[in-house]
């Protein structure tokens, strides 16, 4: 069984380095091939939907694709990101869970564990909120895995996080009359765009008032 994990695991390494590898080599062409897809129709729109789930199940950054998906299917691509983000963060999760059996994730994970504080902050509910919006989306997935957090409470956590930077990212997008532009993405501008922060202000004050009510309870 261990055998068959580390085989899997060693095949989405593999998966993971020929991926970047040939994103870094035909980044234009990739891009100029998506604009020039026909998304209506639906076998197109289905190899594309399993191409960017892969995608996200890797460490590569998902910035590119949220953007994209706002460029192309404007605000019906809030949708299809949100959706795709939350089925791979599922996926991550999962697998994640099952990766202290393999010797080097054990020891990373009784590392994280002696450090008795630092190991209780990260299990607090306001602690994976925030850090949502700090570590990059493959590493805070596994590293809540790892950790073996309750599962229902890490998915409806991050499905609040990820309605505010989705939503801002996905707007950008679509405000691009060509999606070889270069978009402000710096943390300024994200910041202070409205498409960002009233959704961040609502998941905040939504999240804290839940919260509230469960400690009461």
Not at 8 to 29: E, G, W
Not at 152 to 164: K, Y
């Amino acid at each position: 069984m261990i055998i068959k994990k580390k085989t899997l695991l060693i095949f989405v390494t593999l998966v993971s380095l020929i991926l970047l590898f040939t994103l870094l080599t035909n980044y234009q062409k990739i891009i100029y091939l998506l604009t020039h897809v026909n998304f209506f129709k639906p076998i197109n729109f289905i190899i594309y939907i399993f191409i960017i789930l892969i995608f996200f199940l890797t460490p590569f950054p998902t910035t590119i694709i949220i953007l994209f998906n706002g460029f192309a299917f404007k605000e019906y691509g809030f949708i299809i990101s949100y959706v795709i983000i939350i089925i791979s963060s599922i996926i991550l999760f999962y697998f994640s869970t099952k990766l202290d059996e393999f010797l080097i994730f054990k020891k990373i994970l009784n590392n994280i564990k002696d450090k008795r504080k630092i190991y209780n902050y990260t299990k607090k509910n306001y602690s994976i909120l925030l850090s949502r919006f700090v570590i990059p989306f493959f590493f805070h997935n596994v590293c809540y895995g790892l950790i073996k957090i309750k599962f229902i409470r890490f998915i409806l956590i991050i499905a609040l996080a990820e309605i505010p930077v989705t939503f801002s990212l996905n707007s950008i997008g679509s405000s691009l009359k060509s999606f070889y532009e270069e978009p402000d993405l710096s943390l300024q501008s994200m910041i202070t765009n409205i498409n960002f922060y009233v959704p961040f202000l609502i998941v905040i004050v939504l999240f804290f008032f839940i919260n509230k009510i469960k400690i009461k309870r």
